[in-house]
């Protein structure tokens, strides 16, 4: 009977070892914005999780934690460096307090289209910059994606012009080149926490804010805001971020190529969902009752001299001319290099997204 139950004992255990031996990789990947199907980062990232827990064979588990679950912005870049949180898309907000040349992506007016942005952070300079944020701060950036063009809101008045702006007390991230860019249009900048910016907006803390549409829609803030700008006064990247021991250490070759491939292919249709909800959510935010005006070229114009001297000074103190000037030299080029196709490459980058998330809704 005692051999018995030592076999028994020993079988258990060997089942417990094997259990244990083989139990999957979790990455948990931190995000801010809404936790809702048909948001452009819940998709992006759901196919993320399935190209790596199918090519992984379920050696690998990635859990999606949205809605700042894991902590603001801040906070979930702080738990990527200290390696509390495995991964993070996250705005470009907070990652100036880690590593300073991040400003130089807060240049006002700095691409002139969304290809051209996409040609800077998949290039050269979006590698070289990778690889500097990584020395500093001990985190990967797996891919760059767009977070989009921001546009002034408010529930005071119809803003066309800088001289609009004046005394409005406008919500802003935590990005001192943000807050430079806001003052110079005479308004008072604000910072708060993207997760507490409803109520803020709802409590009347502040007057407005600056946001991309995809975001004014899928977090209901024409609840709160009536007026908009199609002003465009900054592109700002979702950058993917890993912690490096993680990614060097839990991870073998194979499975870093895996994770490593599978987030361009999150931030190439994130891109696609962005352009997408942004097309449909001009339409969407007018049927809610939002104004909305598009500015003239002539009245771009007169933003872009107000806003980008300010801007660019504080970004050129911050980054550094090297950083400063390699961005814009980049910006240029592929501003030439898109041309005329930006539309098309839209298009292309739309259906590219689409497709491949049918693939995973088979």
Same mark, same amino acid.
């Given at each position: 009977?005692?051999?018995?139950?030592?076999?028994?004992?020993?079988?258990?255990?060997?089942?417990?070892?094997?259990?244990?031996?083989?139990?999957?990789?979790?990455?948990?990947?931190?995000?801010? @914005?809404?936790?809702?199907? $048909?948001?452009?980062?819940?998709?992006?990232?759901?196919?993320?999780?399935?190209?790596?827990?199918?090519?992984?064979?379920?050696?690998?588990?990635?859990?999606?934690?949205?809605?700042?679950?894991?902590?603001?912005?801040?906070?979930?870049?702080?738990?990527?460096?200290?390696?509390?949180?495995?991964?993070?898309?996250?705005?470009?907000?907070?990652?100036?307090?880690?590593?300073?040349?991040?400003?130089?992506?807060?240049?006002?007016?700095?691409?002139?289209?969304?290809?051209?942005?996409?040609?800077?952070?998949?290039?050269?300079?979006?590698?070289?910059?990778?690889?500097?944020?990584?020395?500093?701060?001990?985190?990967?950036?797996?891919?760059?994606?767009?977070?989009?063009?921001?546009?002034?809101?408010?529930?005071?008045?119809?803003?066309?012009?800088?001289?609009?702006?004046?005394?409005?007390?406008?919500?802003?991230?935590?990005?001192?080149?943000?807050?430079?860019?806001?003052?110079?249009? @005479?308004?008072?900048?604000?910072?708060?926490?993207?997760?507490?910016?409803?109520?803020?907006?709802?409590?009347?803390?502040? $007057?407005?804010?600056?946001?991309?549409?995809?975001?004014?829609? $899928?977090?209901?803030?024409?609840?709160?805001?009536?007026?908009?700008?199609?002003?465009?006064?900054?592109?700002?990247?979702?950058?993917?971020?890993?912690?490096?021991?993680?990614?060097?250490?839990?991870?073998?070759?194979?499975?870093?190529?895996?994770?490593?491939?599978?987030?361009?292919?999150?931030?190439?249709?994130?891109? @696609?969902?962005?352009?997408?909800?942004?097309?449909?959510?001009?339409?969407?935010?007018?049927?809610?009752?939002?104004?909305?005006?598009?500015?003239?070229? $002539?009245?771009?114009?007169?933003?872009?001299?107000?806003?980008?001297?300010?801007?660019?000074?504080?970004?050129?103190?911050?980054?550094?001319?090297?950083?400063?000037?390699?961005?814009?030299?980049?910006?240029?080029?592929?501003?030439?290099?898109?041309?005329?196709?930006?539309?098309?490459?839209?298009?292309?980058?739309?259906?590219?997204?689409?497709?491949?998330?049918?693939?995973?809704?088979?």
């Amino acid at each position: 009977m005692k051999r018995l139950v030592c076999c028994l004992l020993m079988v258990c255990a060997a089942f417990v070892f094997a259990g244990s031996a083989w139990a999957a990789i979790v990455i948990k990947v931190a995000n801010a @914005g809404p936790d809702v199907p $048909d948001n452009r980062t819940v998709k992006a990232v759901d196919i993320f999780r399935y190209i790596v827990e199918t090519k992984s064979k379920g050696e690998i588990e990635v859990k999606a934690f949205h809605a700042s679950k894991l902590g603001n912005e801040r906070e979930a870049l702080e738990g990527v460096r200290m390696g509390t949180i495995e991964m993070a898309t996250l705005s470009s907000g907070p990652v100036p307090g880690f590593f300073d040349p991040a400003v130089v992506f807060d240049i006002p007016y700095l691409f002139s289209s969304a290809p051209a942005a996409w040609k800077v952070f998949d290039g050269a300079f979006g590698k070289t910059f990778g690889e500097a944020f990584l020395q500093k701060t001990g985190v990967r950036i797996l891919a760059i994606s767009e977070n989009g063009y921001r546009h002034f809101t408010n529930n005071s008045r119809q803003v066309k012009s800088p001289a609009d702006m004046k005394g409005l007390k406008v919500r802003t991230m935590e990005n001192p080149a943000h807050i430079e860019m806001v003052k110079a249009m @005479g308004a008072d900048p604000t910072p708060i926490a993207f997760g507490e910016l409803y109520m803020a907006l709802q409590q009347k803390v502040v $007057d407005g804010m600056e946001c991309p549409v995809v975001l004014i829609h $899928d977090m209901k803030f024409y609840e709160v805001q009536k007026y908009m700008i199609l002003d465009g006064h900054l592109y700002n990247p979702i950058f993917i971020f890993m912690n490096e021991k993680f990614f060097q250490t839990k991870l073998n070759a194979e499975q870093r190529k895996i994770v490593a491939e599978a987030a361009v292919v999150l931030a190439h249709t994130h891109n @696609g969902f962005s352009q997408d909800a942004n097309i449909q959510g001009i339409e969407k935010l007018k049927a809610q009752g939002m104004q909305i005006y598009k500015p003239s070229t $002539d009245e771009l114009n007169r933003f872009r001299q107000v806003s980008q001297p300010a801007g660019l000074s504080f970004v050129r103190k911050k980054a550094g001319d090297e950083w400063t000037d390699k961005i814009l030299k980049s910006a240029t080029e592929a501003e030439k290099e898109v041309g005329t196709k930006a539309d098309q490459i839209v298009q292309d980058i739309i259906a590219y997204a689409n497709s491949e998330y049918a693939k995973i809704k088979k």
